[in-house]
């Protein structure tokens, strides 16, 4: 009174556990209804999932993007991207040598935070820019702050260099001036 397996001519061949059907071959491959359990490496050439899908350990989705369990981080060979947007608008890739984020959309670019620090690559020890929602901006050159800005304008701190013809509302200066 219960059934083991079914097989069609020219059909499909289908799988019973406890008279509840689990496994139906298609003209495309096969449908697991329940879970699949895999044990070891498997390739497929394609494969469809509707649920949710549980992976221990790390996960290769092909030889260029994997998930490192260990790191838990998302992994990308050198010229591989992160697209977004309707027509990929956004990506994010290294090249090799270079970091590039570009924005190929109709809209700006935006980096969104109170508070921005721009720092060099060597472990974030030096300062390149600092920018302050509602505040200040400052620029540093080998870790020295030489601009900040003001509510008033903007303080440069060592030598201000001009070339060609400025033009100020107001020039404050602090010690010798030549001109």
Known sequence: ???LAAFSENGAARLY?????????????ATVFGDLIVAGVTTTEALYVSGISTYTGDVDFDSRVRFDESEKALTFVDGAAIRVGT????????????????????GGL?????????????GGTETLANFNDGGS?????????????????????????ASGVGTFGKLYVTGISTF
């Open 87 to 106: 027509g990929s608008d956004f990506s994010i890739m290294h090249d090799g040598s270079n970091t590039i984020m570009r924005d190929t959309g109709t």
């Open 137 to 161: 901006a400052q620029l540093y050159f080998d870790n020295v702050e030489k601009l900040s800005t003001l509510s008033i304008g903007a303080t440069v701190f060592g030598d201000f260099i």
């Open 1 to 3: 009174n219960e059934n």
């Open 17 to 29: 556990y406890d008279n509840t059907e689990r496994l139906s071959t298609t003209a495309i491959g």
């Open 110 to 122: 935006y980096l969104m935070g109170s508070a921005i620090t721009i720092t060099g690559a060597a």
